[in-house]
């Protein structure tokens, strides 16, 4: 099984079916607070729901698609992060996460992200991060801004989230290229 300390409190485990009813015991404990960010909490309303999810990741996993992986503080399952796509071809990988909101503003995210660029160099051999926040979520922006992500450009209504446009910042990091 996956599994990589990043801190002496962070650890991320792979996302594995047998982590749903935490998984989704958070997610319905954050609903509130994603809402806002995440267009998919109203389509996840019971366990087997997340568990789904967790048998398709997994199969992406396998497959060498995407890694999603969860982050625990301690012991305490507290967020998801982890590559949405992996474009082998091009060595690109395209980034996401969430955090449960008592554990936000700690820094926790951004050394996940960094580990998770470190897991892409070192494994997967990519090039290229990307990361797409919604302009307006300055605490998900912050991630990138403060790794040296450069922001390419702002994608004008890219998300709708519950009936409500967003327009997304498309940030990059270059990585150079195994020979």
Same mark, same amino acid.
């Given at each position: 099984?996956?599994?990589?300390?990043?801190?002496?409190?962070?650890?991320?485990?792979?996302?594995?079916?047998?982590?749903?009813?935490?998984?989704?015991?958070?997610?319905?404990?954050?609903?509130?607070?994603?809402?806002?960010?995440?267009?998919?909490?109203?389509?996840?309303?019971? =366990?087997? #729901?997340?568990?789904?999810? !967790?048998?398709?990741?997994?199969? @992406?996993? %396998?497959?060498?698609?995407?890694?999603?992986?969860?982050?625990?503080?301690?012991?305490?399952?507290?967020?998801?992060?982890?590559?949405?796509?992996?474009?082998?071809?091009?060595?690109?990988?395209?980034?996401?996460?969430?955090?449960?909101?008592?554990?936000?503003?700690?820094?926790?995210?951004?050394?996940?992200?960094?580990?998770?660029?470190? =897991?892409? #160099?070192?494994?997967?051999? !990519?090039?290229?991060?990307?990361? @797409?926040? %919604?302009?307006?979520?300055?605490?998900?922006?912050?991630?990138?801004?403060?790794?040296?992500?450069?922001?390419?450009?702002?994608?004008?209504?890219?998300?709708?989230?519950?009936?409500?446009?967003?327009?997304?910042?498309?940030?990059?990091?270059?990585?150079?290229?195994?020979?």
């Amino acid at each position: 099984m996956f599994s990589r300390q990043v801190t002496d409190q962070i650890t991320l485990r792979l996302a594995l079916p047998f982590y749903a009813e935490p998984l989704f015991r958070l997610t319905d404990e954050n609903r509130g607070y994603l809402r806002r960010w995440l267009p998919w909490l109203d389509a996840v309303t019971e =366990v087997d #729901q997340t568990r789904r999810f !967790l048998v398709a990741q997994l199969d @992406r996993f %396998a497959k060498g698609d995407a890694l999603c992986v969860l982050i625990f503080w301690e012991h305490e399952l507290i967020g998801v992060a982890g590559f949405h796509t992996i474009d082998a071809t091009n060595q690109i990988g395209t980034i996401g996460y969430w955090l449960a909101e008592a554990f936000t503003g700690r820094g926790i995210m951004t050394h996940v992200v960094q580990s998770l660029i470190d =897991v892409g #160099q070192q494994y997967y051999w !990519l090039q290229r991060f990307e990361i @797409r926040c %919604a302009v307006d979520n300055h605490a998900s922006r912050a991630i990138p801004e403060r790794l040296g992500f450069k922001l390419e450009g702002v994608l004008q209504r890219a998300e709708k989230i519950y009936g409500r446009w967003h327009d997304m910042a498309v940030y990059a990091l270059l990585r150079s290229p195994p020979r």
